[in-house]
């Protein structure tokens, strides 16, 4: 049965918009992922490992919204939403609650409550009694979004549907379930750190590259607009071994501090360890070798401690220089000026190469109080309040940052 719009061939231009207009949900760091907020009539699939806290963000969600809204819980009992939402201060009159796994219920439900927004908890854990698997079966899984996706549009209701994902990042479930919804949003984090953002991986309205970043706190998830001061908060300037990146995660700028730590191996003949956290560890081992050949700094008999600090995750090859200069300076036991943020790609031939959207990295740290940067020699630069210290590779970066001596 095809679920999809339909509407006569006519001259773009004589489209008129209709409905698609966000409406801001109350939560500045989910709109802003949004791109503004819940579009009528949208199906927003949150994917998350489980206990990351996806069930918290949309009770918030849901108390915060102007109207009535139903939380349908598919796999915790009323009294236990009820608990959480009190702790949440989310018990609200306009916040309505249905324990319910069966899909013609719920969806008797939206008629009779009439909510503006629907949340389902899980989509993996509901089912509808006409199709013949079990509850989070593909086939199961696959008919109830489609049911939803449908009931969804021809209300211009927005419903968000609760995904679990595996521990490789994979929705647990058939990935068709993507293409049946309008939106994606990835929610993860550390489980040991408060840290979690919130990206969107698909978004039929606006942009995928906006950043939403939380805490998780004993109230709840609050959102954190100011993230470089929660990663900076804990460092301690003038330590060997740490580097401060101006990263980017999607348009987002966000100060990472990167550790390393270097430990004379007990053993000879073991392969020295390498431990990275937060950072790729075949990224680590490439500027190892990087270091090694271009810059004549050896690591073979040293253990190598790495790791980006807060529960972030540095995917970007922006980070490189600042990973490079972290190990040497915890090699040679000398700090970096406490001033400084180092960014750049690093090649195989020891060149530091260009990282996008440089202006932004260095707005960002010029905000924070930094005042000298180490950027690729050729960065498009004018005035940004910082000193910029440029260098063209590897051997360049570490006598600018850590002196002539160092090696
Ligand atoms: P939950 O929203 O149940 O995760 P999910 O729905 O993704 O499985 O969140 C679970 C964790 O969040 C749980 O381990 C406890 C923690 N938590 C807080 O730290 N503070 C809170 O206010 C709440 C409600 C949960
Ligand atoms: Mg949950």
């Not at 000879?268 to 560890?281: E, K, L, N, Y």
């Not at 081992?285 to 050949?293: D, G, P």
Request: some cysteine.
């Amino acid at each position: 049965m095809p679920t999809g719009p339909s509407s006569p061939a006519t001259p773009i231009s004589e489209v008129t918009e209709g409905g698609a207009r966000p409406c801001p949900t109350g939560i500045a760091e989910i709109d802003r992922v949004l791109g503004g907020g819940v579009v009528p009539g949208s199906v927003t699939l949150l994917g998350g490992e489980p206990g990351i806290g996806k069930s918290t963000l949309l009770l918030q969600l849901l108390a915060r919204w102007p109207a009535r809204t139903l939380y349908v819980s598919a796999e915790e009992s009323a009294q236990q939403v009820r608990l959480r939402a009190e702790r949440l201060d989310a018990v609200r009159p306009d916040l309505w609650l249905l324990a319910e796994t069966s899909l013609p219920t719920i969806v008797a439900a939206i008629d009779e409550v009439q909510p503006t927004l629907v949340v389902v908890d899980s989509i993996q854990t509901i089912a509808d009694p006409a199709v013949p698997s079990a509850p989070g079966s593909v086939a199961q899984v696959r008919a109830c979004a489609q049911r939803l996706v449908a009931e969804a549009k021809r209300r211009d209701l927005p419903v968000m549907l609760v995904g679990h994902v595996t521990k490789d990042g994979g929705l647990a479930g058939p990935r068709a379930l993507e293409h049946v919804v309008d939106t994606v949003l990835a929610f993860e984090g550390d489980r040991h750190h408060a840290l979690r953002l919130l990206r969107a991986a698909k978004h039929r309205f606006g942009a995928t590259d906006e950043l939403g970043v939380f805490e998780m706190r004993g109230d709840g998830l609050v959102g954190v607009p100011d993230a470089s001061s929660l990663f900076l908060a804990d460092r301690r300037a003038g330590v060997a071994g740490s580097a401060v990146v101006p990263t980017l995660d999607g348009q987002r700028p966000l100060l990472v501090e990167v550790q390393a730590l270097t430990n004379p191996t007990a053993a000879s003949g073991v392969p020295p360890r390498r431990s990275a956290q937060g950072i790729d560890g075949g990224r680590l081992a490439l500027l190892l070798a990087v270091l090694e050949r271009r810059a004549r700094v050896a690591t073979g008999n040293v253990e190598v401690f790495a790791s980006a600090v807060g529960g972030v995750r540095l995917t970007e090859p922006g980070a490189d220089l600042a990973l490079c200069l972290a190990v040497v300076s915890a090699l040679a036991d000398v700090p970096l000026a406490a001033g400084l943020v180092v960014v750049g790609e690093v090649g195989l031939a020891g060149e530091v190469r260009q990282a996008a959207h440089i202006g932004r990295r260095l707005a960002e740290a010029a905000r924070m109080g930094f005042t000298q940067a180490l950027v690729p020699a050729n960065s498009p630069l004018g005035d940004c309040g910082l000193e910029l210290v440029r260098v063209g590779s590897v051997p360049e970066a570490l006598v600018a940052a850590l002196g002539d001596g160092v090696r």
